[in-house]
């Protein structure tokens, strides 16, 4: 692979990442199996992203009970997990999301990060 295939291919990543970036969050739910909590977790975050982030967001569900290697690569001590993976930087919560306040505050999220209000 030359140079210049190295960086035309950064390059779209770059663009990639900026376009989601700008128009999407991307976030990942760690669970381990269809318990209670992580079905709590799931439709918590899906309540706030319909309304705080409408269209503009997409919720990977990652279950560790089908994919536990990914509890090591993610570094996922306890589930649920949330993390945001964009916009960067990444941030982490723990637990069943019912916790609006918290939530909102551990997404570190803000009126400028989306369109619309809140």
Same mark, same amino acid.
């Given at each position: 692979?030359?140079?210049?295939?190295?960086?035309?291919?950064?390059?779209?990543?770059?663009?990639?990442?900026?376009?989601?970036?700008?128009?999407?969050?991307?976030?990942?739910?760690? &669970?381990?199996?269809?318990? !209670?909590?992580?079905? %709590?977790?799931?439709?918590? +975050?899906?309540?706030?992203?319909?309304? #705080?982030?409408?269209?503009?967001?997409?919720?990977?569900?990652?279950?560790?009970?089908?994919?536990?290697?990914?509890?090591?690569?993610?570094?996922?001590?306890?589930?649920?997990?949330? &993390?945001?993976?964009?916009? !960067?930087?990444?941030? %982490?919560?723990?637990?069943? +999301?019912?916790?609006?306040?918290?939530? #909102?505050?551990?997404?570190?999220?803000?009126?400028?990060?989306?369109?619309?209000?809140?």
């Amino acid at each position: 692979m030359t140079l210049k295939n190295v960086k035309s291919k950064t390059g779209r990543q770059l663009e990639q990442a900026a376009k989601v970036r700008n128009n999407k969050w991307l976030l990942s739910l760690f &669970i381990a199996g269809k318990t !209670l909590k992580s079905i %709590n977790a799931l439709n918590n +975050l899906k309540f706030i992203c319909e309304e #705080l982030l409408k269209g503009k967001y997409k919720i990977e569900v990652i279950d560790l009970l089908k994919k536990p290697k990914l509890a090591r690569e993610y570094q996922i001590l306890a589930i649920p997990t949330l &993390i945001r993976r964009q916009p !960067l930087p990444k941030r %982490n919560i723990i637990g069943d +999301l019912s916790n609006r306040e918290t939530v #909102l505050a551990g997404l570190n999220f803000k009126g400028n990060n989306f369109s619309g209000t809140y």
